[in-house]
Nanobody, 128 residues
Framework: QVQLVESGGGSVQPGGSLRLSCSAS????????IGWFRQVPGKEREGVAS????????YYSDSVRGRFTISKDFSANTIYLQMNNLRPEDTAVYLC?????????????????????WGQGTQVTVSS
């Protein structure tokens, strides 16, 4: 059974940093990706970054490219999202999701409906 557990959310001032963690367990796949999404009430779930561990391919949305970095600790089976230079518009619930890929499937664009499993989410608030 796939289990994804997020942690690391909190409240920061604009310009601050946070590192989110997504601990993944319960699966043994070669072709998959882990994506970080964010959800604001009344808005569509937005994909911000994803990683394909098989070849370390990464993807970032335009809204976070250059500020966020996604990475994977293979020994801990944990995906990190380092978020720097945070802005008030980054405020959201951040969720990690897992998508099973075909061997030729790309990790972008990130369509949340195609993801197979989700964590419970962690709140990030950016405010002065």
């Amino acid at each position: 059974q796939v289990q994804l557990v997020e942690s690391g959310g909190g409240s920061v001032q604009p310009g601050g940093s946070l590192r989110l963690s997504c601990s993944a367990s319960g699966f043994d796949l070669e072709y998959y990706a882990i994506g970080w999404f964010r959800q604001v009430p009344g808005k569509e779930r937005e994909g911000v970054a994803s990683i394909r561990p098989r070849d370390y391919q990464t993807y970032y949305s335009d809204s976070v490219r250059g500020r966020f970095t996604i990475s994977k600790d293979f020994s801990a089976n944990t995906i990190y999202l380092q978020m720097n230079n945070l802005r008030p518009e980054d405020t959201a619930v951040y969720l990690c999701g897992m998508i099973v890929l075909s061997p030729v499937q790309e990790i972008a664009p990130m369509r949340w409906r195609e993801y197979d499993d989700w964590g419970q989410g962690t709140q990030v608030t950016v405010s002065s």
